[in-house]
């Protein structure tokens, strides 16, 4: 599995890490991870876009190597702020943007702000709102203690999906694991994650779809849990250039179901632009 160069920047007091595969001087494409997730789960595409763009995976705060925010601040306007100061700091000009679930939604609601200044925006498996009962249940989750192993080994060998449905193979799945634990003072072996990025504050994107005027793509997975074809219509029809497509094969974790699909209906799209 090709991995990109570790990198941090500082944003908003956070020590944020990314993933950066090149190309410098090439557009950015800017990927974000979706919730509980982290940037290493967009290893199976970036290297897919490395000659023709700059690629930069972003691990979002509380996510993967980047700083907890303490107090907890994790709402979608704090991960909007983070991602603004990273593109300014880094002097991104005219981005790509591609989110997957929450950080679709975060890529989303940035676009209702800075539309103008992207060169187009790519949703996988990406709502405009949360429903309530989604967030009720991830910050139930959230309050749960984050469970320990004794060993790496043991913490790999439990790593689950949320939601589970897959189709990424087992090796693939542990190799993914592999960059998801980190080990305590006395030993033992956590998630990185901070459990308290569960407590979402979503803001509401749907009465703000109109705002977002740059090129936008929906994907949709074939087995999708949070977007029906209705709802995929709905949203491309709300937005003023829309596309939507469904990727075959593929649950909620598009990038991990079906990559090769994924990376086939974003190079549709940004051909479709160029020309």
């Not at 679709?104 to 429903?131: M, S």
Request: one cysteine or more; hydrophobic letters at 40%; a negative charge.
């Amino acid at each position: 599995m090709p991995h990109g160069q570790d990198r941090f920047v500082t944003v908003n007091g956070l020590r944020l890490h990314y993933l950066d595969w090149g190309t410098a001087g090439k557009r950015p494409l800017v990927l974000l991870h979706g919730g509980s997730a982290y940037a290493h789960w967009w290893d199976w595409v970036a290297p897919a876009f490395a000659d023709d763009f700059h690629v930069l995976a972003l691990d979002q705060r509380g996510h993967g190597d980047s700083d907890h925010a303490d107090p907890p601040a994790y709402g979608t306007r704090h991960y909007v702020a983070d991602l603004r100061q990273f593109v300014e700091t880094l002097a991104l000009q005219q981005p790509i943007l591609m989110g997957h679930s929450m950080g679709g939604h975060n890529a989303l609601i940035y676009a209702t702000q800075y539309a103008r200044e992207l060169t187009a925006l790519i949703l996988v498996d990406t709502d405009a709102a949360y429903p309530e009962a989604a967030v009720r249940f991830l910050r139930r989750l959230g309050e749960k203690p984050a469970k320990e192993y004794e060993s790496l080994a043991e913490a790999i060998a439990g790593f689950q999906l949320l939601p589970r449905e897959t189709r990424l193979t087992e090796d693939k799945l542990r190799a993914l694991a592999s960059f998801a634990f980190t080990q305590r003072p006395s030993g033992q072996w956590v998630a990185k994650l901070d459990r308290r990025t569960l407590f979402r504050e979503p803001i509401d994107g749907r009465p703000l779809l109109s705002s977002i005027t740059c090129p936008t793509l929906i994907v949709r997975a074939q087995y999708s849990p949070v977007l029906s074809d209705e709802k995929l219509a709905q949203l491309v029809r709300q937005l003023p250039h829309g596309r939507g497509v469904e990727v075959a094969d593929s649950y909620h974790h598009v990038m991990l179901d079906n990559p090769e699909g994924l990376v086939r209906a974003v190079r549709d799209f940004l051909a479709d632009l160029s020309s």
